[in-house]
């Protein structure tokens, strides 16, 4: 999105978050910038200690969930296709959970979409999260009707592209659409479009707030974890009662609490190392999970303002890059990480099927990549038992589960932490902040509006929205360094 002041002060309120709790800083990580640097067991250990913390909280909404799992099990035959849609994190959600669907074969067939088709699954479509209208239109293009049921996720509750999804479905199927989000309802009421889905007695509501994020805003970490946790459940598995929905929902809880964090060390130091020594790293992944380490290492981008995946013909290459491993080609290597054909929009050249091949995943990516200075290559293999990780010296073997959706949430999770605080050697962020955040939509114009009044707090100055706006245009013309960074610097030196 390029920037426009004129739209930006016309939507400013609607946009003006800070008040919610997905937004918020969290207290157990107000060092972990230091600690990554200083302390990375002390780090790990933070980090592993969060995500508990909302795993935990999450059990509060037991009886929430079931009462979920039991209006999809009792329309299960009269439902003809389940759609889940998403922006960004919560789309890349989305696109897991039909994969898993996919791998595990279940009877309902599952149709995921994220704001800008699958092309954003590598590089988000920014201009699309803002959009209803974008939200409603890919919904039907896809096929949705009166007999199909649609899931829609958003990490805070207030994302316009699925409102507009939802609302839409509401009025369309017989089904109610089932809205899942991570903020108190008290919180979202003052923001317009939350408050219309809120009082919609057509959708049905799933609140799973958990606190704040590890990083503040970040909600491809703990959000995102426990929604697609939730919604894998909701969507992938069936249960006699509810004591059996509680056994299970007990076993994923008790697993993801009890896993090892502590081997992340040894790769968090070698990747960070191998990116201050000017290096690149390949992650090689077997199939079945390559759409998870595909979001994590794409979502890199946009949180650390590091450059996005480059197209085969660019030689301005990103620090970490993917390759589906035994795959050749592009076309074959996409159909694996999605276990279909890729669907993109035709509604633009920017995003469309011939763009998104230009991201060659397959193996010939890492001789290309190779040929312009050090790669090493960190494969994660899939076993008869483990998912191994593999890089420089270090092997380590997770053990898996009997549930492809409990595996892929293991893997999110470690891998969440592990480039979190490799992010954190490098500088990415202060304290708990974002500083390097890409105001590249309205939200995130606003996230970086506070963050820079955050910092600028403890000197008593203030930043005004003049100075603002031309540091975003020209963020726009150069985006090289940390925005909120250099604008507080800005400020300071005025």
């Keep these: 999105m390029k920037f426009d002041k004129l739209t930006f002060e016309k939507y400013r309120k609607e946009f003006s978050l800070g008040?919610?709790?997905?937004?918020?800083?969290?207290p157990f990580t107000a060092e972990l910038s230091r600690d990554a640097i200083n302390d990375l067991p002390k780090a790990i250990q933070t980090l592993k200690a969060v995500d508990e913390v909302a795993l935990e909280t999450l059990r509060n909404y037991k009886q929430k969930i079931y009462s979920i799992v039991e209006y999809v099990q009792k329309n299960k035959n009269s439902i003809g296709k389940i759609f889940i849609v998403g922006c960004g994190a919560t789309g890349r959600l989305a696109l897991s959970l039909e994969k898993i669907a996919i791998e595990t074969g279940i009877e309902t067939p599952v149709i995921s979409f994220m704001a800008g088709g699958d092309y954003a699954l590598i590089k988000s479509v920014e201009s699309f999260e803002d959009s209803f209208d974008y939200g409603k239109k890919q919904l039907l293009e896809l096929g949705f009707s009166k007999d199909d049921l649609l899931i829609a996720v958003t990490e805070g509750g207030e994302t316009s592209f699925v409102i507009g999804a939802c609302e839409e479905a509401s009025r369309v199927s017989k089904f109610k659409p089932v809205f899942v989000y991570c903020n108190p309802d008290h919180e979202l009421r003052v923001v317009e479009r939350s408050n219309r889905v809120l009082k919609n007695s057509n959708i049905l509501k799933l609140n799973l707030t958990i606190g704040p994020m590890a990083l503040s805003g970040s909600t491809r970490m703990q959000?995102?974890?426990?929604?697609?946790?939730?919604?894998?459940?909701?969507?992938?598995?069936?249960?006699?009662?509810?004591?059996d929905f509680n056994s299970k929902f007990e076993y994923f809880i008790r697993t993801l609490i009890d896993l090892d964090y502590c081997f992340l060390e040894n790769f968090i130091n070698s990747e960070a190392n191998l990116y201050l020594a000017d290096g690149l790293t390949n992650y090689v992944v077997d199939c079945k999970y390559a759409i998870a380490v595909l979001t994590d290492t794409t979502e890199r981008s946009p949180t650390f303002s590091l450059n996005g995946f480059e197209a085969k013909n660019e030689t301005n290459l990103c620090l970490t890059y993917l390759s589906v491993n035994g795959e050749k080609t592009t076309q074959s290597a996409w159909k694996k990480i999605l276990g279909r054909e890729p669907r993109c929009l035709n509604w633009s050249d920017s995003y469309c099927l011939k763009r998104l091949y230009e991201f060659d995943v397959s193996l010939e990516s890492i001789s290309r990549r190779q040929s312009h200075g050090t790669l090493e290559l960190f494969k994660i293999s899939d076993g008869d038992n483990n998912i191994q990780w593999s890089f420089n010296k270090d092997n380590y073997f997770i053990k898996k589960s009997p549930y492809l959706l409990l595996n892929h949430l293991k893997l999110k999770v470690l891998i969440n932490a592990h480039s979190t605080l490799v992010m954190g050697q490098l500088g990415r962020y202060s304290a708990n902040i974002m500083t390097y955040v890409k105001p590249s939509n309205l939200k995130l114009i606003d996230r970086s509006y506070r963050y820079i009044s955050e910092l600028l707090g403890h000197s008593g100055k203030v930043i005004s929205d003049d100075v603002f706006y031309q540091n975003i245009l020209e963020f726009y013309d150069r985006e090289s360094k940390p925005f909120v960074l250099e604008a507080v610097e800005k400020t300071l030196n005025r």
Excluded: P, R, S
């Excluded at 008040?19 to 969290?26: A, C, D, I, P, V």
């Excluded at 995102?224 to 598995?237: C, H, M, R, S």
């Design 19 to 26: 008040h919610l709790t997905t937004e918020g800083y969290h």
């Design 223 to 243: 959000a995102t974890t426990v929604q697609q946790l939730v919604v894998g459940l909701i969507v992938l598995e069936q249960f006699k009662n509810y004591d």
